[in-house]
Protein backbone atom coordinates (compact mmCIF):
# COMPACT_ATOMS: atom_id res chain seq x y z
CA UNK A 1 0.00 0.00 0.00
CA UNK A 2 1.66 3.55 -1.36
CA UNK A 3 1.35 6.03 1.44
CA UNK A 4 -0.01 9.63 0.54
CA UNK A 5 1.00 12.64 3.35
CA UNK A 6 -0.97 15.77 2.48
CA UNK A 7 0.92 18.63 3.87
CA UNK A 8 -2.69 21.18 3.50
CA UNK A 9 -5.95 20.64 2.90
CA UNK A 10 -6.37 18.93 -0.07
CA UNK A 11 -9.88 19.05 -1.73
CA UNK A 12 -12.09 16.36 -1.66
CA UNK A 13 -12.60 15.37 -5.71
CA UNK A 14 -8.41 15.01 -5.68
CA UNK A 15 -8.60 12.66 -2.95
CA UNK A 16 -11.27 10.43 -3.95
CA UNK A 17 -8.88 9.53 -7.29
CA UNK A 18 -6.48 7.25 -4.63
CA UNK A 19 -8.18 3.83 -4.65
CA UNK A 20 -8.44 2.91 -0.80
CA UNK A 21 -7.31 -0.25 -1.24
CA UNK A 22 -4.11 0.75 -2.57
CA UNK A 23 -3.27 3.90 -0.96
CA UNK A 24 -3.67 5.14 2.49
CA UNK A 25 -4.17 9.72 3.09
CA UNK A 26 -2.24 10.73 6.50
CA UNK A 27 -1.05 13.98 7.51
CA UNK A 28 1.42 13.03 9.54
CA UNK A 29 4.19 9.90 8.82
CA UNK A 30 7.93 8.99 8.92
CA UNK A 31 7.81 7.16 5.15
CA UNK A 32 5.65 8.68 2.55
CA UNK A 33 5.71 7.47 -0.70
CA UNK A 34 4.71 10.82 -2.39
CA UNK A 35 3.58 14.30 -0.95
CA UNK A 36 0.82 16.53 -1.93
CA UNK A 37 1.25 20.15 -0.62
CA UNK A 38 -0.29 23.47 -1.45
CA UNK A 39 2.50 26.07 -0.38
CA UNK A 40 3.58 24.65 2.93
CA UNK A 41 7.79 25.05 2.68
CA UNK A 42 9.33 21.88 2.38
CA UNK A 43 13.01 22.98 2.20
CA UNK A 44 13.70 21.84 5.86
CA UNK A 45 11.80 18.29 5.80
CA UNK A 46 13.59 15.52 5.48
CA UNK A 47 14.07 13.54 2.12
CA UNK A 48 13.48 9.78 3.48
CA UNK A 49 14.37 6.94 1.16
CA UNK A 50 10.68 5.86 0.63
CA UNK A 51 9.64 8.92 -0.86
CA UNK A 52 9.59 8.76 -4.38
CA UNK A 53 7.10 11.86 -5.11
CA UNK A 54 6.08 15.61 -4.39
CA UNK A 55 3.44 17.19 -6.17
CA UNK A 56 2.34 20.66 -5.91
CA UNK A 57 -0.93 21.58 -6.21
CA UNK A 58 -0.75 24.42 -8.43
CA UNK A 59 2.28 25.97 -10.26
CA UNK A 60 5.05 27.44 -8.23
CA UNK A 61 7.65 24.73 -6.85
CA UNK A 62 9.69 27.68 -4.94
CA UNK A 63 8.98 26.02 -1.89
CA UNK A 64 9.88 22.74 -2.93
CA UNK A 65 13.90 21.91 -2.45
CA UNK A 66 13.70 20.22 -6.30
CA UNK A 67 17.57 20.22 -6.95
CA UNK A 68 17.76 18.33 -4.00
CA UNK A 69 14.86 16.35 -5.21
CA UNK A 70 16.50 15.37 -8.65
CA UNK A 71 19.73 14.10 -6.59
CA UNK A 72 17.54 11.80 -4.43
CA UNK A 73 15.76 10.56 -7.71
CA UNK A 74 12.09 12.00 -6.09
CA UNK A 75 9.83 13.53 -9.18
CA UNK A 76 8.55 16.45 -8.38
CA UNK A 77 5.35 17.70 -10.16
CA UNK A 78 2.90 20.59 -10.59
CA UNK A 79 -0.60 20.78 -11.95
CA UNK A 80 -0.06 23.72 -14.29
CA UNK A 81 -2.98 25.03 -16.37
CA UNK A 82 -5.43 23.88 -13.04
CA UNK A 83 -5.85 27.50 -11.60
CA UNK A 84 -4.78 29.27 -14.50
CA UNK A 85 -8.48 30.28 -15.29
CA UNK A 86 -8.89 31.50 -12.05
CA UNK A 87 -5.40 33.47 -12.09
CA UNK A 88 -6.51 35.27 -15.30
CA UNK A 89 -10.05 36.33 -14.18
CA UNK A 90 -8.02 37.67 -11.24
CA UNK A 91 -5.80 39.55 -13.23
CA UNK A 92 -8.30 40.91 -15.39
CA UNK A 93 -10.15 42.21 -12.35
CA UNK A 94 -6.93 43.75 -10.76
CA UNK A 95 -6.59 45.33 -14.51
CA UNK A 96 -9.88 47.18 -14.57
CA UNK A 97 -9.66 48.26 -10.69
CA UNK A 98 -6.52 49.29 -11.06
CA UNK A 99 -6.97 51.81 -14.10
CA UNK A 100 -10.12 52.64 -13.07
CA UNK A 101 -9.49 53.44 -9.64
CA UNK A 102 -12.16 51.65 -8.67
CA UNK A 103 -11.31 50.84 -4.75
CA UNK A 104 -9.99 54.71 -3.98
CA UNK A 105 -13.05 55.62 -5.33
CA UNK A 106 -15.49 52.91 -3.37
CA UNK A 107 -13.64 54.30 -0.33
CA UNK A 108 -14.21 58.14 -1.02
CA UNK A 109 -18.32 57.29 -1.45
CA UNK A 110 -19.03 55.80 1.35
CA UNK A 111 -17.00 58.58 3.14
CA UNK A 112 -20.44 60.57 2.06
CA UNK A 113 -22.76 58.18 4.35
CA UNK A 114 -22.56 61.22 7.00
CA UNK A 115 -23.32 63.59 4.89
CA UNK A 116 -26.71 64.46 2.86
CA UNK A 117 -29.31 62.29 2.77
CA UNK A 118 -29.04 61.91 -1.18
CA UNK A 119 -25.13 61.76 -1.69
CA UNK A 120 -26.30 62.29 -5.53
CA UNK A 121 -24.53 66.05 -5.67
CA UNK A 122 -21.58 64.97 -3.93
CA UNK A 123 -20.69 62.26 -6.09
CA UNK A 124 -21.36 64.35 -9.28
CA UNK A 125 -18.84 67.19 -8.09
CA UNK A 126 -15.99 64.87 -6.93
CA UNK A 127 -16.31 62.17 -9.56
CA UNK A 128 -13.86 64.23 -11.46
CA UNK A 129 -10.97 62.83 -9.51
CA UNK A 130 -11.67 59.03 -10.09
CA UNK A 131 -11.89 59.03 -13.94
CA UNK A 132 -9.37 56.50 -15.13
CA UNK A 133 -9.14 55.37 -18.94
CA UNK A 134 -10.49 52.34 -20.65
CA UNK A 135 -8.76 49.17 -21.68
CA UNK A 136 -9.69 48.88 -25.46
CA UNK A 137 -7.54 50.12 -27.78
CA UNK A 138 -4.43 49.62 -25.55
CA UNK A 139 -1.48 47.92 -25.86
CA UNK A 140 -0.69 45.29 -22.77
CA UNK A 141 2.77 43.15 -22.66
CA UNK A 142 2.56 39.94 -20.86
CA UNK A 143 5.20 38.15 -19.99
CA UNK A 144 5.41 34.46 -20.08
CA UNK A 145 2.28 33.32 -22.48
CA UNK A 146 2.08 30.31 -20.94
CA UNK A 147 -1.31 28.76 -19.56
CA UNK A 148 -2.03 31.76 -17.57
CA UNK A 149 -0.47 33.98 -20.44
CA UNK A 150 -1.99 32.42 -23.42
CA UNK A 151 -5.74 32.69 -21.44
CA UNK A 152 -4.65 36.14 -20.41
CA UNK A 153 -4.10 36.92 -24.50
CA UNK A 154 -7.09 35.48 -25.92
CA UNK A 155 -9.31 37.57 -23.02
CA UNK A 156 -7.59 40.90 -23.56
CA UNK A 157 -7.60 39.91 -27.85
CA UNK A 158 -11.26 39.79 -27.06
CA UNK A 159 -11.71 42.83 -25.13
CA UNK A 160 -9.93 45.12 -27.70
CA UNK A 161 -6.49 45.30 -26.52
CA UNK A 162 -3.70 44.47 -28.66
CA UNK A 163 -1.39 42.11 -27.12
CA UNK A 164 1.87 41.76 -27.19
CA UNK A 165 3.77 38.81 -25.97
CA UNK A 166 7.25 37.30 -24.64
CA UNK A 167 8.43 34.13 -24.06
CA UNK A 168 11.37 32.80 -25.30
CA UNK A 169 10.51 29.36 -24.45
CA UNK A 170 7.21 28.86 -26.10
CA UNK A 171 7.39 26.07 -28.41
CA UNK A 172 7.10 26.94 -32.39
CA UNK A 173 3.66 25.22 -32.88
CA UNK A 174 2.28 26.86 -29.78
CA UNK A 175 3.67 30.00 -30.82
CA UNK A 176 1.81 29.88 -34.06
CA UNK A 177 -1.40 29.01 -32.26
CA UNK A 178 -1.64 31.81 -30.41
CA UNK A 179 -0.62 34.13 -33.37
CA UNK A 180 -4.57 35.27 -33.96
CA UNK A 181 -4.14 36.85 -30.85
CA UNK A 182 -0.95 37.79 -29.62
CA UNK A 183 2.30 39.77 -31.53
CA UNK A 184 5.12 38.14 -30.06
CA UNK A 185 8.12 39.94 -29.67
CA UNK A 186 11.96 38.45 -29.33
CA UNK A 187 13.30 41.38 -27.14
CA UNK A 188 11.52 41.90 -23.72
CA UNK A 189 12.32 45.50 -24.00
CA UNK A 190 10.44 45.88 -27.19
CA UNK A 191 7.56 45.03 -25.29
CA UNK A 192 8.33 47.58 -22.53
CA UNK A 193 8.47 50.18 -24.84
CA UNK A 194 4.56 49.91 -26.37
CA UNK A 195 2.87 48.56 -23.51
CA UNK A 196 0.20 50.62 -21.51
CA UNK A 197 0.07 47.61 -19.16
CA UNK A 198 2.49 45.31 -18.52
CA UNK A 199 1.50 41.91 -17.01
CA UNK A 200 3.87 39.50 -15.77
CA UNK A 201 3.24 35.44 -15.69
CA UNK A 202 6.84 33.82 -15.07
CA UNK A 203 7.54 31.20 -12.76
CA UNK A 204 9.64 32.17 -10.00
CA UNK A 205 13.14 30.54 -10.40
CA UNK A 206 17.00 31.77 -10.24
CA UNK A 207 16.54 33.16 -14.23
CA UNK A 208 13.36 34.91 -12.98
CA UNK A 209 14.55 36.43 -10.11
CA UNK A 210 13.81 40.25 -10.29
CA UNK A 211 13.46 40.11 -13.73
CA UNK A 212 11.69 42.98 -14.16
CA UNK A 213 14.23 45.27 -12.95
CA UNK A 214 15.03 48.82 -12.32
CA UNK A 215 16.17 48.61 -15.73
CA UNK A 216 13.49 47.17 -17.03
CA UNK A 217 10.45 49.64 -15.16
CA UNK A 218 12.75 52.67 -16.57
CA UNK A 219 12.11 51.48 -19.85
CA UNK A 220 8.53 51.52 -19.69
CA UNK A 221 5.89 53.88 -21.24
CA UNK A 222 5.47 56.81 -18.23
CA UNK A 223 2.39 56.27 -16.73
CA UNK A 224 2.42 52.43 -16.67
CA UNK A 225 -0.11 49.78 -15.00
CA UNK A 226 2.13 47.24 -13.89
CA UNK A 227 0.69 44.07 -13.05
CA UNK A 228 2.14 41.11 -10.94
CA UNK A 229 0.13 38.12 -10.80
CA UNK A 230 3.32 35.52 -10.95
CA UNK A 231 5.54 35.91 -7.48
CA UNK A 232 6.53 38.74 -5.89
CA UNK A 233 10.28 38.25 -6.25
CA UNK A 234 9.94 38.66 -10.41
CA UNK A 235 10.03 41.72 -9.35
CA UNK A 236 12.37 45.01 -8.43
CA UNK A 237 9.92 45.40 -5.18
CA UNK A 238 12.44 48.46 -4.40
CA UNK A 239 12.36 49.74 -8.07
CA UNK A 240 8.57 49.46 -7.95
CA UNK A 241 8.00 51.63 -5.17
CA UNK A 242 10.30 54.49 -6.27
CA UNK A 243 8.45 53.99 -10.14
CA UNK A 244 5.04 54.50 -8.14
CA UNK A 245 6.79 57.44 -6.37
CA UNK A 246 8.47 59.37 -9.49
CA UNK A 247 5.01 58.44 -11.35
CA UNK A 248 6.28 56.56 -13.98
CA UNK A 249 4.18 53.79 -12.81
CA UNK A 250 0.86 55.08 -12.75
CA UNK A 251 -0.93 51.89 -10.88
CA UNK A 252 0.23 48.45 -9.71
CA UNK A 253 -1.70 45.52 -8.53
CA UNK A 254 -0.08 42.62 -7.26
CA UNK A 255 -0.68 39.98 -5.32
CA UNK A 256 2.25 38.96 -3.17
CA UNK A 257 2.51 43.39 -1.64
CA UNK A 258 5.60 44.25 0.61
CA UNK A 259 5.15 46.89 3.55
CA UNK A 260 6.32 49.37 1.34
CA UNK A 261 3.89 48.87 -1.44
CA UNK A 262 0.74 48.29 0.89
CA UNK A 263 1.77 52.06 2.05
CA UNK A 264 0.68 53.11 -2.10
CA UNK A 265 -2.81 54.22 -2.71
CA UNK A 266 -1.93 54.11 -6.35
CA UNK A 267 -1.02 49.94 -5.44
CA UNK A 268 -3.80 47.50 -5.65
CA UNK A 269 -3.09 44.56 -3.28
CA UNK A 270 -4.65 41.02 -2.36
CA UNK A 271 -3.68 38.41 0.00
CA UNK A 272 -2.02 35.78 -2.89
CA UNK A 273 -5.75 34.93 -3.88
CA UNK A 274 -5.16 34.02 -7.70
CA UNK A 275 -5.60 30.82 -7.53
CA UNK A 276 -8.25 30.80 -4.51
CA UNK A 277 -10.95 29.15 -5.65
CA UNK A 278 -13.00 25.78 -5.23
CA UNK A 279 -12.98 25.60 -8.82
CA UNK A 280 -9.23 26.07 -9.26
CA UNK A 281 -8.20 23.48 -6.20
CA UNK A 282 -10.47 21.08 -7.67
CA UNK A 283 -8.66 21.01 -10.81
CA UNK A 284 -5.19 21.13 -9.42
CA UNK A 285 -5.98 18.38 -6.92
CA UNK A 286 -7.62 16.20 -9.46
CA UNK A 287 -4.11 16.41 -11.60
CA UNK A 288 -2.56 15.93 -8.92
CA UNK A 289 -3.61 12.92 -7.84
CA UNK A 290 -4.02 11.27 -10.91
CA UNK A 291 -0.12 12.49 -11.66
CA UNK A 292 0.86 10.45 -8.20
CA UNK A 293 -0.90 7.58 -9.02
CA UNK A 294 0.31 7.13 -12.53
CA UNK A 295 3.88 7.47 -11.50
CA UNK A 296 4.21 5.06 -8.31
CA UNK A 297 1.79 2.52 -10.48
CA UNK A 298 3.43 2.39 -13.58
CA UNK A 299 6.15 4.77 -13.68
CA UNK A 300 4.55 6.83 -15.78
CA UNK A 301 5.88 11.16 -15.40
CA UNK A 302 3.65 13.82 -16.86
CA UNK A 303 4.26 17.41 -15.53
CA UNK A 304 7.65 17.23 -13.67
CA UNK A 305 9.85 20.29 -13.45
CA UNK A 306 12.98 18.17 -12.60
CA UNK A 307 12.77 14.95 -14.88
CA UNK A 308 11.49 14.51 -18.19
CA UNK A 309 8.32 13.39 -19.00
CA UNK A 310 7.72 10.05 -19.46
CA UNK A 311 4.55 8.38 -20.81
CA UNK A 312 3.54 4.82 -22.40
CA UNK A 313 1.59 1.70 -21.47
CA UNK A 314 2.62 -1.23 -20.13
CA UNK A 315 3.57 -4.39 -21.03
CA UNK A 316 2.50 -7.88 -19.53
CA UNK A 317 5.11 -7.92 -17.32
CA UNK A 318 7.65 -6.44 -14.97
CA UNK A 319 8.97 -2.63 -15.80
CA UNK A 320 12.07 -0.90 -14.51
CA UNK A 321 12.02 3.14 -14.19
CA UNK A 322 15.66 4.35 -13.84
CA UNK A 323 16.43 8.06 -13.13
CA UNK A 324 20.59 8.44 -14.09
CA UNK A 325 22.69 11.41 -15.17
CA UNK A 326 22.59 12.17 -19.09
CA UNK A 327 25.73 10.55 -19.93
CA UNK A 328 27.18 9.03 -23.46
CA UNK A 329 26.89 5.61 -23.44
CA UNK A 330 24.38 5.47 -20.07
CA UNK A 331 21.84 3.32 -22.15
CA UNK A 332 24.37 0.93 -23.99
CA UNK A 333 25.13 0.01 -20.15
CA UNK A 334 21.81 -0.33 -18.92
CA UNK A 335 20.94 -3.18 -21.98
CA UNK A 336 23.80 -4.55 -21.71
CA UNK A 337 23.39 -5.51 -18.49
CA UNK A 338 20.18 -6.62 -18.95
CA UNK A 339 20.78 -8.75 -21.56
CA UNK A 340 23.61 -10.42 -19.71
CA UNK A 341 20.73 -11.36 -17.42
CA UNK A 342 19.19 -13.17 -19.87
CA UNK A 343 16.16 -10.64 -20.05
CA UNK A 344 14.29 -9.69 -23.16
CA UNK A 345 12.97 -5.95 -23.58
CA UNK A 346 9.31 -5.55 -24.79
CA UNK A 347 9.37 -1.73 -24.75
CA UNK A 348 12.43 1.08 -24.21
CA UNK A 349 11.81 4.56 -23.65
CA UNK A 350 14.64 6.85 -22.90
CA UNK A 351 14.15 10.89 -22.58
CA UNK A 352 16.56 13.67 -20.90
CA UNK A 353 16.58 16.46 -19.66
CA UNK A 354 19.49 18.75 -19.09
CA UNK A 355 21.53 16.97 -16.93
CA UNK A 356 19.19 14.17 -16.14
CA UNK A 357 17.46 11.31 -17.76
CA UNK A 358 14.57 9.22 -17.26
CA UNK A 359 14.23 5.94 -18.90
CA UNK A 360 11.26 3.01 -19.08
CA UNK A 361 12.33 -0.68 -19.77
CA UNK A 362 8.96 -3.09 -20.18
CA UNK A 363 9.87 -6.96 -19.92
CA UNK A 364 7.41 -9.70 -20.33
CA UNK A 365 8.50 -11.76 -17.27
CA UNK A 366 9.23 -10.67 -13.64
CA UNK A 367 12.56 -9.19 -13.10
CA UNK A 368 14.93 -10.92 -10.29
CA UNK A 369 15.96 -8.61 -7.34
CA UNK A 370 19.35 -8.84 -8.45
CA UNK A 371 19.37 -6.91 -11.72
CA UNK A 372 17.46 -4.16 -9.95
CA UNK A 373 20.48 -3.68 -7.54
CA UNK A 374 22.93 -4.10 -10.02
CA UNK A 375 21.30 -1.67 -12.27
CA UNK A 376 21.34 0.64 -8.83
CA UNK A 377 25.17 0.21 -8.51
CA UNK A 378 26.14 1.27 -12.40
CA UNK A 379 27.53 4.41 -12.19
CA UNK A 380 25.93 7.93 -12.77
CA UNK A 381 22.06 5.55 -11.50
CA UNK A 382 20.57 7.67 -9.48
CA UNK A 383 17.61 5.76 -8.31
CA UNK A 384 15.89 2.35 -10.10
CA UNK A 385 12.44 1.14 -9.35
CA UNK A 386 11.12 -2.14 -9.96
CA UNK A 387 7.36 -1.46 -10.76
CA UNK A 388 5.35 -4.62 -10.90
Request: negative net charge; aromatic residues 6%; hydrophobic residues 40%.
Amino acid sequence: MYIIQTYNKVARAGLQGFDPERYRIVEQTDTPDAILVHSTPLHNIPLRPELKAICRIGAGTNTIPVEKCTKQGIVVFNTPGGNANAVKELTLAAIILCMRNVLAANEWVRTLKDGESDPGRAVEAGKEVYRGPELMGKTIGIIGVGAIGSRMARACHDLGLRVLGYDPYLGHARVNELKQYVQFVQDVKELYAAADIVSVHIPLNEANRGFVSRQAIESMRDGVYLINYARGPVLDNEAVCDAIDSGKIAGFATDFPTARELGYPQALCTPHLGAGTPEADENCSVMAARQICEYLENGNITNSVNFPDVSFARAEGDRIAIMHYNRVGMLGRVTELVAAAGLNIENLVNKARGDVAYTLLDFNTEVPAEVVQQLTALEQVIRVRLIR
